[in-house]
């Protein structure tokens, strides 16, 4: 990888409490609409996360998280499963030093126990290289299945009579290797047309907003990210209560304003997000 600055970290007020998922769907549909190989596709998709990266941090995302592999998709060849998996071997190794430089702290979440070896060593290597990162949180869904995660919480937790909701999300946490409480999902991206959740986040997303786009994955950027979370920032979310019950909540009350206030200082310091 060449030495040119992917992730810009700057002096700005994060949205610490932000959260946002994606669902990076395109990559093969993408490549066949040029001609090329699906490897292409996905080659080409992991530059588009590079730049949703860039992107994420620029805008104060307290946490990114990222679909690039799931349980289901050891159904797929054999020669695509290991390029998926290689691909995502390859960019932690090369990311991990500009990540630790420009405060970006990787999680890879999902079973370890079935990836190569030396896919594990690359995703324990970055987790530890990067465990004091504080600008984004970038976690990387990898041989991940949400049923699969639930189910195995909850036989876990078999034995407890009664279980909060807080308690089993963070047991979800620990089977899912988030290392802490699984956080709730805010925003919700599937790029490729299709509006689907496809067993990731099930129980993180309960109540994110959700935002399908009909670009393809290689070709998402930080402008689409951005349009992503002013429309999420122009939402109402009501979580079950009365609209007229929810400016009591100061944190909720403020926290569009918060988004556009951060989103609007980015833009002026960088005249624009990068392309």
């Known amino acids: 990888m060449n030495?040119?600055?992917?992730?810009?970290?700057?002096?700005?007020?994060p949205i610490t409490s932000l959260h946002i998922a994606i669902l990076m769907d395109g990559n093969g549909r993408w490549a066949a609409a040029r001609g090329l190989p699906?490897?292409?596709?996905h080659r080409a998709g992991v530059e588009a996360v590079r730049r949703v990266v860039e992107a994420a941090v620029n805008l104060g995302v307290g946490t990114l998280t990222l679909f690039a592999f799931s349980g289901d998709n050891w159904q797929r060849p054999v020669t695509e499963v290991a390029a998926l998996l290689d691909m995502v071997e390859?960019?932690?190794l090369s990311e991990a030093d500009l990540c630790v430089a420009t405060g970006v702290?990787?999680?890879v979440i999902g079973r370890r126990d079935r990836i190569p070896l030396s896919l594990k060593a690359a995703v324990e290597a970055a987790e530890v290289a990067t465990a004091h990162a504080s600008a984004l949180e970038l976690r990387i869904a990898v041989d991940y299945s949400s049923r699969d995660a639930i189910l195995r919480a909850a036989c876990w937790l078999l034995s407890s009579l009664e279980v909060s909701q807080a308690e089993f999300a963070r047991k979800l946490g620990e089977v899912t290797h988030a290392g802490h409480s699984s956080r709730d999902v805010d925003l919700l991206i599937r790029t490729g047309g299709e509006r689907r959740l496809s067993d990731f986040l099930l129980w993180e997303s309960a109540y994110a907003e959700l935002v399908f786009t009909p670009k393809m994955w290689p070709e998402f950027d930080g402008h689409d990210l951005k349009a992503?979370?002013?429309d999420y920032a122009s939402?109402?979310?009501r979580f079950g209560r009365l609209p007229d019950t929810i400016a009591a909540d100061s944190l909720r009350a403020g926290e569009h304003e918060e988004i556009e206030a951060v989103i609007l200082k980015a833009v002026e310091k960088e005249g624009g997000l990068p392309s």
């Open 3 to 13: 030495q040119r600055t992917l992730y810009t970290s700057k002096q700005r007020d």
């Open 38 to 41: 699906r490897a292409e596709g």
């Open 90 to 92: 390859s960019f932690l």
């Open 105 to 107: 702290r990787i999680r």
């Open 228 to 230: 992503a979370i002013e």
């Open 235 to 237: 939402r109402e979310r």
